[in-house]
């Protein structure tokens, strides 16, 4: 499928199959960490058509792997997009029906502004002299995309892992301009266990000399074998201990008998492999860094003495919470936390735990129960957003 964009204001360029819009001209983005970008990009991708009152356009927040190209070809890899099994035409996130929007994430690798991208002030990098950012950081940059779009209100705002953390964000900070929300396997704050997976990521990556202390764009070089094994050990994160015994079990790859050696004797050993070669390709060491510290720092609670119920105060948004039974990275417990934050606010707030033995990543795979889930949910909340069914 190929993008769509119906909605150009002037000075929007073509990047790949989507758009770039640089910002903060007229009025800074202030950053939770104190600094002012006066000056950013966000490149971002649409789908479907926006109808005459601009009440269709639905905003899919990416999680920290992913990118803007949801259902088109990524431009480094050729391969489809990572949701495009739910987006098209008849699909839950209707195409025919719906405006759909995805903009790479503040701190990203592929167009936004972030520490790969050229600093305006030096001709150089950025690295490590970009600004750390958060979450909420990451939503202020995407309201700006939607000034710019001249939508003031979504429809809806759809995310998993990290874009479920976006999508709570949204409901928090922008309620007004939110009609439904739904947050999918994700968390309201993140775990100190999480939190030491990501540690251990980025110290995989500072670790490979190639890292060069965050300057390696300026030598040339690259921390492929840091990055590649922060890739390995998040992405076993993702899986299910049933779906990787179904999937691999103890199989041996490509040989009859173990090898008495280091190399991969085992399936499931060469497919984190592969996973970790095929990553380094299309993502950023640094942008790892940033995002992942994004995600540790969020914590909607956090600003409301630990009163997560107060960050939704008197919230009209309409609410779709979904978990998945074998997701151990964020588990439903988190989920039902979020909707009884929700309840404890009187908020319109649906919550299906959705059977699965596939893991954190089931909201990507094939998975009937969440696709009639998000349709029902979204037709229900289209009805009473009055939209043409």
Excluded at 332 to 350: H, K
């Amino acid at each position: 499928m190929t993008s769509q964009p119906v909605v150009t204001p002037a000075g929007s360029q073509p990047v790949d199959q989507g758009f770039s819009v640089e910002l903060g001209h007229e009025r800074p983005l202030r950053l939770d960490c104190g600094v002012e970008l006066d000056r950013f990009t966000m490149a971002y991708q649409t789908y479907g058509a926006l109808n005459a009152d601009k009440s269709n356009a639905i905003l899919i927040c990416h999680a920290l792997t992913g990118d803007q190209y949801v259902a088109s070809a990524h431009p480094t890899t050729g391969k489809a997009g990572w949701w495009e099994r739910i987006v098209g035409p008849g699909k839950p996130l209707d195409t025919d029906r719906y405006f759909l929007i995805c903009v790479n994430v503040l701190g990203g690798c592929m167009g936004s502004s972030g520490p790969k991208e050229i600093n305006p002030e030096t001709g150089k990098p950025w690295g490590l002299t970009f600004p750390v950012i958060t979450i909420a950081d990451m939503v202020r940059a995407q309201a700006r995309v939607l000034d710019y779009l001249s939508i003031e209100q979504l429809f809806a705002v759809i995310g998993g892992s990290m874009g479920g953390m976006q999508v709570l964000q949204w409901a928090h900070a922008y309620p007004e301009r939110v009609f439904a929300a739904v947050p999918i396997a994700a968390a309201a704050r993140h775990s100190a266990q999480n939190i030491a997976f990501h540690e251990v990521g980025r110290q995989a990556i500072t670790a490979d000399p190639n890292w060069q202390g965050g300057n390696y764009l300026e030598v040339g070089t690259v921390p492929r074998a840091g990055l590649a094994v922060a890739r390995m050990a998040a992405h076993i994160t993702y899986l299910s201990e049933p779906a990787l015994r179904r999937k691999f079990g103890r199989k041996l790859q490509d040989r009859n008998r173990v090898t008495y050696g280091f190399d991969a004797d085992f399936q499931v050993e060469s497919y984190l492999r592969h996973q970790g070669i095929t990553f380094v390709e299309r993502f950023d060491a640094n942008s790892y860094l940033y995002i992942t510290r994004a995600m540790d720092y969020f914590d909607l609670a956090a600003e409301h003495d630990d009163t997560l119920s107060l960050a939704f105060e008197k919230t009209p948004v309409r609410f779709c919470v979904i978990s998945f039974t074998s997701d151990w990275l964020f588990p439903t417990w988190e989920s039902r936390d979020i909707v009884r934050a929700l309840n404890a606010e009187a908020a319109n707030v649906s919550f299906v735990e959705i059977e699965s033995d596939k893991g954190h990543d089931a909201f990507l795979l094939e998975e009937p129960e969440f696709d009639r889930t998000l349709t029902g949910f979204l037709n229900g909340a289209a009805r009473r957003r009055g939209l043409p069914a």
